[in-house]
């Protein structure tokens, strides 16, 4: 019956399917939106199992935007039940048709997503033009990348030594885990949902997903818009509630598989040892990062310039790739910092849905109180302020772009993220690539990398010898879906996107 219903919505009989809730209604950007503030299990939107919600709000002028159900653990265990039964059907069903699926969805966000950028914009400070090409944008690309691979999942056949006189057919398949848990951050909302969500989809799980408590909003949007492509009940559930009661529900649950977490170093530990504890659970961590980007004298400086600033202050800094510590060889260290600077007073803060705003508010206030934390911090061990390193007065929850030079090893703002506007830089001795290669190598953290050069022996000898999971060369923040992503170090395993998602069991077959 489900697939009959897929043929008509591919033919275009069936555009939409019929769904109805109670949607929140506001009105910005010039918009009328409409989205849900209730948990999604099972296709429905549903209060919270005691009634219990937290207030969602909005950190450009930090007035409420609306409540959001909060769920408990009862309602993890309702999610997780539903996502259970509904991975009988969905693993059966014909690959080619969870695809077409999920070409359908990413299909309706397109045609959605200027509310969803929108509505990203108010509950997460982006800048509206990005929202819309990263946010969102590369969310619908993720769909639709992995929508593409559902047919393409498959196993190998081996030669092994033959049981003569007979002879062997050795085969693997790639199987789908089960139910899966995924617990998001709060600096791409969306975007990390689609990262974590596709690939599993596409493989035949099943998902339980904790968006952040800070950001619940484009989330629930997607679960309505699932429901609308067709998504049968159970395959995707979204409850959003803290980390500590429902996050924890579902990485304790005995019946989710594997866990797929994007956050900080500290909590993805805290996941780990629970997955390890409750039923040995999968799991796949993205986590802090500290990435060195690193500049020598003979690069095309401009270049470099407005490379480093989009590495730092791209999405206010609440970027896990951020240029955490930028190194610049010490012949044209002024010359670059002058030019940093001059192009940093240029930014525009402001409005996010403003289109001539570059630098949105910061995501909440606890994030921005961590970042005058972080400023102070440097300040007293030593560090230069050159620039910014203050809240900007009035409401709203907006952060200058600092830059501190002067920056040493031993310092707590050479090793710790800031995931904030601020950048921090030291200088080198000329020529001293060893020297430089130990100072950037000296983190816990190895998730990107980057290095400015003319000279591609160099560039590719550092990118070698730097401990990251990705080394950007000329370039910066340049990810794709097709390229796979994730960290050295501590900041964690397991890949997201590309074809190296681990979202499977492979079983062995001997005939
Ligand atoms: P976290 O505090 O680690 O929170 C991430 C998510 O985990 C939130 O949804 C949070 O819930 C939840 N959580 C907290 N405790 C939990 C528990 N015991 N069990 C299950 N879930 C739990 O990080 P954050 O502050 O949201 O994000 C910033 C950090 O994430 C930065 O350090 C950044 O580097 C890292 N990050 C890394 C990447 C990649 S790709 N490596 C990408 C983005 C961010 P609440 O809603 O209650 O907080």
Same mark, same amino acid.
């Given at each position: 019956?489900?697939?009959?219903?897929?043929?008509? #919505?591919?033919?275009?009989?069936?555009?939409?399917?019929?769904?109805?809730?109670?949607?929140?209604?506001?009105?910005?950007?010039?918009?009328?939106?409409?989205?849900?503030?209730?948990?999604?299990?099972?296709?429905?939107?549903? %209060?919270?199992?005691?009634?219990?919600?937290?207030?969602?709000?909005?950190?450009?002028?930090?007035? %409420?935007?609306?409540?959001?159900?909060?769920?408990?653990?009862?309602?993890?265990?309702?999610?997780?039940?539903?996502?259970?039964?509904?991975?009988?059907?969905?693993?059966?069903?014909?690959?080619?048709?969870?695809?077409?699926?999920?070409?359908?969805?990413?299909?309706?966000?397109?045609?959605?997503?200027?509310?969803?950028?929108?509505?990203?914009?108010?509950?997460?400070?982006?800048?509206?033009?990005?929202?819309?090409?990263?946010?969102?944008?590369?969310?619908?690309?993720?769909?639709?990348?992995?929508?593409?691979?559902?047919?393409?999942?498959?196993?190998?056949?081996?030669?092994? #030594? #033959?049981?003569?006189? #007979?002879?062997?057919?050795?085969?693997?398949?790639?199987?789908?885990?089960?139910?899966?848990?995924?617990?998001?951050?709060?600096?791409?909302?969306?975007?990390?949902?689609?990262?974590?969500?596709?690939?599993?989809?596409?493989?035949?799980?099943?998902?339980?997903?904790?968006?952040?408590?800070?950001?619940?909003?484009?989330?629930?949007?997607?679960?309505?818009?699932?429901?609308?492509?067709?998504?049968?009940?159970?395959?995707?559930?979204?409850?959003?509630?803290?980390?500590?009661?429902?996050?924890?529900?579902?990485?304790?649950?005995?019946?989710?598989?594997?866990?797929?977490?994007?956050?900080?170093?500290?909590?993805?530990?805290?996941?780990?040892?629970?997955?390890?504890?409750?039923?040995?659970?999968?799991?796949?961590?993205?986590?802090?990062?500290?990435?060195?980007?690193?500049?020598?004298?003979?690069?095309?400086?401009?270049?470099?310039?407005?490379?480093?600033?989009?590495?730092?202050?791209?999405?206010?800094?609440?970027?896990?790739?951020?240029?955490?510590?930028?190194?610049?060889?010490?012949?044209?260290?002024?010359?670059?910092?002058?030019?940093?600077?001059?192009?940093?007073?240029?930014?525009?803060?402001?409005?996010?849905?403003?289109?001539?705003?570059?630098?949105?508010?910061?995501?909440?206030?606890?994030?921005?109180?961590?970042?005058?934390?972080?400023?102070?911090?440097?300040?007293?061990?030593?560090?230069?302020?050159?620039?910014?390193?203050?809240?900007?007065?009035?409401?709203?929850?907006?952060?200058?772009?600092?830059?501190?030079?002067?920056?040493?090893?031993?310092?707590?703002?050479?090793?710790?993220?800031?995931?904030?506007?601020?950048?921090?830089?030291?200088?080198?001795?000329?020529?001293?690539?060893?020297?430089?290669?130990?100072?950037?190598?000296?983190?816990?953290?190895?998730?990107?990398?980057?290095?400015?050069?003319?000279?591609?022996?160099?560039?590719?000898?550092?990118?070698?010898?730097?401990?990251?999971?990705?080394?950007?060369?000329?370039?910066?923040?340049?990810?794709?879906?097709?390229?796979?992503?994730?960290?050295?170090?501590?900041?964690?395993?397991?890949?997201?996107?590309?074809?190296?998602?681990?979202?499977?069991?492979?079983?062995?077959?001997?005939?």
């Amino acid at each position: 019956k489900f697939t009959e219903a897929l043929i008509r #919505n591919h033919r275009g009989e069936d555009k939409e399917q019929e769904f109805s809730y109670t949607p929140v209604k506001l009105h910005a950007n010039n918009k009328d939106l409409e989205f849900p503030n209730q948990l999604f299990v099972n296709n429905e939107f549903i %209060d919270a199992s005691d009634g219990g919600t937290f207030t969602t709000v909005n950190p450009t002028d930090e007035s %409420d935007i609306c409540k959001v159900a909060k769920a408990t653990t009862d309602d993890v265990n309702y999610a997780v039940y539903c996502a259970k039964k509904a991975f009988v059907e969905w693993k059966e069903m014909n690959a080619r048709d969870r695809g077409t699926l999920m070409f359908r969805l990413a299909d309706l966000m397109e045609e959605h997503q200027e509310e969803l950028a929108t509505l990203e914009s108010l509950d997460s400070g982006a800048v509206y033009t990005l929202a819309l090409k990263t946010h969102i944008g590369m969310s619908i690309q993720t769909i639709r990348y992995f929508a593409g691979w559902c047919d393409k999942i498959h196993g190998q056949t081996i030669p092994i #030594n #033959n049981a003569k006189p #007979n002879r062997n057919l050795t085969f693997t398949s790639k199987e789908p885990i089960g139910v899966c848990g995924i617990i998001t951050p709060w600096n791409y909302p969306l975007m990390m949902l689609a990262w974590k969500i596709s690939p599993c989809l596409a493989a035949g799980n099943t998902v339980v997903l904790k968006p952040a408590q800070v950001t619940p909003l484009t989330s629930l949007k997607f679960a309505e818009l699932a429901a609308r492509a067709g998504f049968p009940p159970g395959v995707i559930n979204i409850l959003p509630g803290s980390g500590r009661v429902c996050g924890q529900a579902i990485i304790d649950h005995p019946d989710v598989r594997k866990v797929g977490f994007t956050g900080s170093t500290p909590v993805g530990k805290q996941i780990m040892a629970s997955c390890a504890n409750s039923n040995l659970k999968k799991c796949s961590l993205e986590l802090g990062g500290k990435s060195p980007l690193i500049i020598f004298a003979d690069c095309d400086m401009a270049k470099a310039v407005r490379m480093t600033l989009s590495g730092v202050f791209f999405n206010k800094g609440e970027n896990c790739i951020a240029a955490g510590r930028i190194f610049v060889e010490e012949s044209i260290h002024d010359e670059f910092i002058n030019k940093v600077i001059t192009e940093t007073k240029k930014m525009k803060i402001g409005n996010p849905l403003d289109r001539s705003v570059d630098h949105g508010p910061q995501n909440h206030l606890a994030h921005l109180n961590s970042l005058i934390d972080y400023v102070e911090r440097g300040v007293k061990e030593g560090a230069r302020l050159v620039y910014g390193g203050k809240r900007v007065e009035g409401p709203g929850l907006f952060f200058e772009p600092t830059i501190f030079t002067n920056v040493d090893d031993h310092m707590f703002i050479s090793k710790e993220e800031s995931f904030g506007p601020i950048m921090v830089v030291s200088s080198f001795p000329d020529g001293d690539v060893d020297g430089v290669i130990e100072s950037a190598n000296n983190t816990e953290f190895g998730l990107a990398s980057g290095v400015f050069t003319s000279n591609l022996d160099k560039a590719l000898e550092v990118s070698r010898r730097i401990e990251a999971g990705t080394c950007f060369i000329n370039t910066y923040n340049k990810t794709d879906v097709a390229a796979p992503f994730g960290g050295f170090k501590q900041s964690g395993f397991g890949k997201d996107l590309a074809v190296w998602c681990d979202v499977t069991d492979v079983p062995l077959y001997i005939i």
